[in-house]
T-cell receptor
Framework: AQSVSQHNHHVILSEAASLELGCNYSYGGTVNLFWYVQYPGQHLQLLLKYFSGDPLVKGIKGFEAEFIKSKFSFNLRKPSVQWSDTAEYFCAVSPTDSWGKLQFGAGTQVVVTP | DGGITQSPKYLFRKEGQNVTLSCEQNLNHDAMYWYRQDPGQGLRLIYYSQIVNDFQKGDIAEGYSVSREKKESFPLTVTSAQKNPTAFYLC??????????????FGPGTRLTVT
C-alpha cells in the first residue's frame, strides 16, 4: 500500500530562519503532490501543488517545493520564516490512477518563535 | 461567499448513540470527501463521493455511513459500531474532471467527543 512519510513531527525555529520539511512517498507510478497547511483555528488550506511540468513549484506566502522523482520526494521550503508561519503542515499524494484519493502524511507541527 | 460549511463545530455524544455530521458546499463541486484527523496520524479518508447518489469507501470506512442525495450535501453518520469515534472530522470537496485531479477544499471541521 502507498504511504507518505513526513520526516519531522515537530520543528521549532526562530523568525528569519530557513525552513525545509521533508516528504517522501512510496508509489511507483505517476502522482499528484500537495502541501496543505493548517493555521491555528483555521481551515486546512492548499499551499502548493504539483501535477506535471517544472518540478520546482511555488505556492502562497513564499513557500516552494521541489519534486524529485528519483527520490520519491516533495520537500517544502521557505527561505525566511515568520511568526505567522506557525502551523501544521501536511504533505499529500494522489496517484493519478486512483481518482480522488489523497494519502496524507502525519503532519509536521512548525513553531516559529519571535 | 463560496465554501464548505460543517456543523456543528463541537459535538458531544454518549457511547452507543449514532451521530450525524453535516457538510454542505456551494462551490458546485461534484466530488466530496470525509476525513478523520487524529494527532500524529494526519488525515485518513473515510468515504468519498464522485457524483450524486454514488459513494465509495475510503481507508477507514468501518463504523461510518454516508449519503449523497444532493450535490451540495454529504452527511456522515458515525455509528455505535465505530470503536474509537472521538476525533476531528473534516469534509472536503473538489471539482470532478475525468482523468484529472483537482485540489480539495476543506471545511472548518467538527470535533466529536464520545464519552
Amino acid at each position: 500500500a502507498q504511504s507518505v512519510s513526513q520526516h519531522n513531527h515537530h520543528v521549532i525555529l526562530s523568525e528569519a530562519a530557513s525552513l525545509e520539511l521533508g516528504c517522501n512517498y512510496s508509489y511507483g507510478g505517476t502522482v499528484n503532490l500537495f502541501w496543505y497547511v493548517q493555521y491555528p483555528g483555521q481551515h486546512l488550506q492548499l499551499l502548493l501543488k504539483y501535477f506535471s511540468g517544472d518540478p520546482l513549484v511555488k505556492g502562497i506566502k513564499g513557500f516552494e517545493a521541489e519534486f524529485i522523482k528519483s527520490k520519491f520526494s516533495f520537500n517544502l521550503r521557505k527561505p525566511s520564516v515568520q511568526w505567522s508561519d506557525t502551523a501544521e503542515y501536511f504533505c499529500a499524494v494522489s496517484p493519478t490512477d486512483s481518482w480522488g484519493k489523497l494519502q496524507f502524511g502525519a503532519g509536521t507541527q512548525v513553531v516559529v518563535t519571535p | 461567499d463560496g465554501g464548505i460549511t460543517q456543523s456543528p463545530k463541537y459535538l458531544f455524544r454518549k457511547e452507543g448513540q449514532n451521530v450525524t455530521l453535516s457538510c454542505e458546499q456551494n462551490l458546485n463541486h461534484d466530488a466530496m470527501y470525509w476525513y478523520r484527523q487524529d494527532p500524529g496520524q494526519g488525515l485518513r479518508l473515510i468515504y468519498y463521493s464522485q457524483i450524486v447518489n454514488d459513494f465509495q469507501k475510503g481507508d477507514i470506512a468501518e463504523g461510518y455511513s454516508v449519503s449523497r442525495e444532493k450535490k451540495e450535501s454529504f452527511p456522515l453518520t458515525v455509528t455505535s459500531a465505530q470503536k474509537n469515534p472521538t476525533a476531528f472530522y473534516l469534509c472536503a470537496s473538489s471539482i470532478s474532471a475525468s482523468g484529472r485531479l483537482h485540489e480539495q477544499y476543506f471545511g472548518p471541521g467538527t470535533r466529536l467527543t464520545v464519552t
